[in-house]
């Protein structure tokens, strides 16, 4: 990256963090730990998020599925399937709600059978790669590329191997932004922010346009 862009695109990132800097995870209300409850609470929500539905609706899904208390893979098999049809229901996750509520039962197993409920022996297993870690995820029933890019890029500030990771709609974000596209120039152009608070920012960029026009705005009267 050029030192004549430096400033412009440094500007651009503050703006967009001020104006959006919120991940998914916090929006659903996961206090996100290393530790086995909020890892699955974010694996439940990667799911939701990676269908072709309102990022808003699949939050409220998510919101939805915790009130109920289905914040752990036991718990998400214990409840029934109309139980699971119910609470994505409330959340307004309709088009997709009887297969993701299989889905959510059938992962939630698996969960429990090959990391005993515990998604830290995932990364384990990965042992510091990124594309093992991915690997590992789309094992899952729901999680595919999309949805595996989602947990990675809500992760990193825990798992700093991941780091840093933007994913595709988080390169399409910086695109639509005048962001540098590379991840070493966004990574400089970035520095000293949270990483999945910037992705998640970016990801917020590239699904509406009105963030584009307001964080552009703000970069200019900084």
């Not at 699955?40 to 939050?59: D, E, G, H, N, T």
């Amino acid at each position: 990256m050029s030192g004549s862009r430096s400033p412009s695109a440094r500007r651009t990132v503050d703006a967009l963090v001020a104006e959006c800097g919120q991940t998914y995870a916090e929006e659903a209300g996961i206090r996100l730990r290393d530790t086995p409850q909020p890892l699955y609470q974010l694996l439940v929500l990667s799911l939701l998020l990676s269908a072709r539905i309102r990022a808003s609706v699949a939050v409220a899904a998510a919101r939805a599925l915790y009130g109920h208390g289905m914040r752990t893979p036991r718990r998400m098999v214990d409840a029934t399937w109309q139980q699971r049809v119910d609470a994505l229901g409330e959340g307004h996750y309709r088009r997709y709600d009887e297969r993701t509520a299989t889905q959510l039962g059938e992962g939630a197993q698996l969960v429990l059978d090959t990391w005993r409920g515990d998604l830290r022996r995932l990364r384990a297993e990965a042992d510091g790669d990124r594309d093992r870690l991915m690997e590992g995820l789309r094992r899952v029933p729901g999680i595919g590329p999309a949805g595996a890019d989602i947990f990675v890029r809500e992760v990193q500030s825990l798992w700093p191997e991941t780091c840093p990771w933007v994913g595709a709609k988080g390169l399409q974000g910086a695109e639509r932004l005048g962001l540098p596209t590379s991840p070493g120039g966004l990574a400089r152009a970035a520095r000293g922010h949270d990483g999945a608070t910037f992705a998640a920012a970016l990801v917020r960029a590239a699904l509406d346009k009105d963030i584009v026009a307001r964080v552009a705005e703000r970069a200019r009267t900084r």
